[in-house]
C-alpha cells in the first residue's frame, strides 16, 4: 500500500510538538504522519465553524476585534490547506498554523467571557469544547501538539474567568487541569490502539511478501519489487530463473528436513551471491528467481555463473553427511521482447529448460531467441 510521504518539523520546538513517536521504526512513523495528515476535510469544517462563530460574535457585540479574528481566520485557512496537501517538505507550517488557530479560538473565548455576555458565553464555550473534541479525534497521532492546541483553549476560559469572577479562579483551574488530565489520557490510549493496529497490519503485510522458510520474497513480494524497479520501463533488469539439480534425490535419500535446511542454505547463499540491491525470490519447490536493476548482458552471465559455483558448495547436514546439488539457470534481460515480469520469467524459463537439456549446470542467457550458455555441469547428489 502507498503511504503519502510527509517530513517532520525541522525547528526543534516545532519537532518536538509534532513528534509522532521517536522510538518507533521509521516506516511506522510515516505511516502515523500519513494518517495524522490524510485528510483535509476536518480541517476546513473546523475553520469554517470558528469563522461562522466568531462572526456571529461580531454581529452581536459589534466589535472589531471579532471581525479581525475572523478576517484573520479566512487567511490561515488557504494557508493550512495548501501546507496540508505538500507532501515531502517539511510540514513546520501546518504545526503552526495549528497552533495559530488554536490562539484565535482562545482569544475569542477570553473576550467574550471579559464582556460578560452569557448567551454568547455559552456560544462559544460549547464551541471551544468542540474544538477540543475535533483537536483529540484528529490530532491524537502527535500528543504533545493536541495537549498543547487543548491547553491553549483552556487557558482563554481560565484567563478570563480569573478576571471576571476571580473567586472561582482556583476551580476554574483545577477543573481544567483535570479536564487536560483527562484528555491527555484519552489521547494516549486512542494512540496507543492505533500504533498497535498499525503495526500489525504492516507485519501482516510484511508476511504476505516473504517465504516463510527461507525468509526471501514470495510471488507477491517479487512481483512489488519489479514494479519498483520497473519504473519507468523494464530495460536493464536482469532477471535468474533457478532450478536446483538433484534436489529430489536429497530429499528422498535424507528427508525432507534436510531439504529445507538445503533450501534455506540456498536462499541465504543467493543473498550473498547477488548484488545488494537484487531482489531474490523462491518461487515454489526448488526454484528460485534474482531480479538484478540496471545490469548489462554479460555482467548477468557473470552473476549466474557465480550463483551456480556457490550451490554446487557442499552442504553440512549433520556432523558426519554432506548433501550435494547444482543449479541450472535461465537468464533474460529487460527490453522490448521481455518488457513486464511474466513476459521474463516465460523467456528465463524457456533458456532454463535449455539448460537442463544441455547437461544442467548451466546459465544460458536468452538473447531474441538465440541461447548462450554459461559455466560447467556441476555434479549433483547427496554425499554421507
Not at 525547528?11 to 502515523?32: I, K
Not at 475535533?134 to 474567568?161: C, D, E, H, K
Not at 536493464?236 to 528436513?257: A, S
Request: proline share 6%; glycine share 8%; aromatic share 6%.
Amino acid at each position: 500500500m502507498e503511504v503519502a510521504c510527509y517530513l517532520p518539523p525541522t525547528l526543534p520546538p516545532l519537532r518536538w510538538l509534532g513528534n509522532v513517536g521517536a522510538d518507533l521504526p521509521p516506516a511506522v512513523q510515516q505511516r502515523l504522519r500519513s494518517m495524522l495528515f490524510g485528510a483535509v476535510a476536518p480541517l476546513i469544517l473546523g475553520s469554517m465553524i470558528s469563522i461562522a462563530t466568531t462572526l456571529i460574535v461580531y454581529h452581536r457585540s459589534g466589535d472589531t476585534v471579532f471581525a479581525a479574528i475572523a478576517a484573520l481566520d479566512a487567511l490561515v485557512l488557504p494557508v493550512r490547506i495548501q501546507a496540508w496537501r505538500q507532501e515531502r517538505r517539511p510540514t513546520d507550517l501546518v504545526f503552526a498554523a495549528g497552533l495559530l488557530w488554536a490562539t484565535l479560538i482562545a482569544t475569542t473565548v477570553f473576550l467574550v467571557i471579559l464582556f460578560r455576555d452569557l448567551p454568547m458565553s455559552l456560544l462559544v464555550m460549547a464551541w471551544s469544547f468542540a474544538s477540543i473534541s475535533g483537536i483529540v479525534g484528529r490530532n491524537f497521532l502527535a500528543p504533545r501538539y493536541a495537549v498543547v492546541q487543548v491547553g491553549t483553549i483552556m487557558l482563554g476560559m481560565v484567563g478570563s474567568i480569573a478576571i471576571v469572577e476571580p473567586p472561582f479562579l482556583i476551580f476554574a483551574a483545577l477543573l481544567s487541569l483535570l479536564f487536560i488530565v483527562v484528555t491527555r489520557g484519552l489521547i494516549k490510549r486512542q494512540r496507543e490502539m492505533t500504533i498497535q493496529v498499525v503495526t500489525s497490519d504492516m507485519e501482516s503485510r510484511a508476511q504476505s511478501f516473504v517465504d516463510p522458510l527461507t525468509g526471501l520474497l514470495n510471488r507477491r513480494g517479487l512481483e512489488a519489487a519489479f514494479a519498483t524497479m520497473a519504473a519507468p520501463s523494464a530495460a536493464g533488469i536482469g532477471l535468474l530463473y533457478l532450478d536446483l539439480d538433484g534436489f529430489k534425490q536429497v530429499n528422498d535419500r535424507l528427508g525432507h528436513g534436510a531439504g529445507d535446511r538445503v533450501l534455506t542454505e540456498v536462499g541465504r547463499r543467493l543473498t550473498a551471491a547477488a548484488w545488494p540491491d537484487a531482489a531474490i525470490c523462491r518461487l515454489g519447490g526448488d526454484e528460485f528467481l534474482v531480479l538484478v536493476p540496471r545490469i548489462e548482458a554479460r555482467d548477468l552471465h557473470a552473476l549466474g555463473a557465480e550463483v551456480i559455483a556457490s550451490v554446487a558448495a557442499p552442504y553440512q547436514i549433520e556432523p558426519t553427511v554432506l548433501a550435494r546439488i547444482g543449479a541450472s539457470i535461465g537468464a533474460v534481460v529487460g527490453g522490448p521482447d521481455a518488457a513486464d515480469l511474466p513476459r521474463m520469467m516465460i523467456l528465463a524459463d524457456q533458456a532454463l529448460y535449455a539448460a537442463k537439456a544441455s547437461g544442467k549446470g548451466r546459465c544460458i542467457l536468452y538473447t531474441a531467441g538465440a541461447a548462450e550458455p554459461h559455466g560447467e555441469p556441476v555434479r549433483c547428489g547427496a554425499e554421507g
